[in-house]
């Protein structure tokens, strides 16, 4: 049972554009949704966050978008950059302070020059 | 400022045996989590140790134990190895601030091959 999906398993987006990578959740007690980067041979390194309470989160070149109706987030990348290259992971965790996290399978993405 | 670290990078076994993975958390962090990522997969919950205790657990047998010591260090033990284990094994640590989720800072794994 695939409590979060990531139907998308890679994109390739010209340098300069947009990036849009999709997730959607199944799991209504999800309340707290993360993406983690991972380049090849390291571990995931956090991205970007949201809460339940809030629809949109920015920081710098990313942003991710909540719609909670509709069970389904997307991080937003503006200007895509050669070195944004990697897999891109959702996730997502309830509220309870033990962090339990259940990731998707990942969407590689490309970035070309 | 070292940030969380594992050992081995790479371990080979054969199905039977036991393994011990090691992981030093990211320093000031006192919660650590296991995720075991098969390829094309993304990582998938393990369990998790908070003041030496194992305090969540995923959907995973017996087989697979833990171990959190006093300086937070933790360790992954897999008993009666399969083919199926297989995979990178993460160790993720974090800061338990009560009512605040901190997001997880992760290791770069060690490949475990069984043969």
């Known amino acids: 049972d695939q409590q979060v999906k990531q139907n998308s398993p890679s994109l390739s987006v010209q340098e300069g554009r947009i990036s849009i990578l999709n997730c959607d959740y199944t799991n209504s007690m999800f309340d707290y949704f993360l993406w983690y980067k991972k380049y090849p041979a390291e571990g995931p390194t956090f991205l970007i966050s949201?809460?339940?309470?809030?629809d949109k989160n920015e920081d710098g070149r990313f942003t991710v978008f909540l719609n909670k109706s509709a069970k389904h987030l997307s991080l937003h990348i503006v200007p895509s950059q050669p070195g944004d290259s990697a897999v891109y992971f959702c996730?997502?965790?309830?509220?309870?302070?033990?962090?339990?996290?259940?990731f998707g399978t990942g969407t590689k993405l490309q970035v070309i020059p | 400022d070292a940030g969380v670290t594992q050992s081995p990078t790479h371990l080979i076994k054969t199905r039977g045996q036991q393994v011990t993975l090691r992981c030093s958390p990211k320093?000031?962090?006192?919660?650590v989590s296991w995720y075991q990522q098969a390829l094309g997969q993304g990582p998938q919950f393990i369990f998790q140790?908070?003041?030496?205790?194992?305090?969540q657990r995923g959907n995973f047998p017996d087989r697979f134990s833990g171990h959190q010591f006093p300086n937070y260090s933790s360790e992954l033990n897999v008993n009666a190895l399969l083919l199926g284990d297989s995979a990178l094994y993460l160790c993720?640590?974090?800061?338990?601030?009560?009512?605040?989720?901190?997001?997880?800072?992760f290791g770069d794994g060690t490949r475990l091959s069984i043969l």
């Open positions: 140790y908070y003041e030496e205790e194992e305090r």
């Open positions: 993720a640590s974090s800061l338990r601030d009560r009512g605040h989720l901190q997001p997880q800072h």
């Open positions: 320093s000031g962090h006192d919660t």
């Open positions: 996730a997502a965790s309830d509220l309870t302070g033990y962090q339990k996290v259940t």
């Open positions: 949201i809460s339940s309470i809030k």
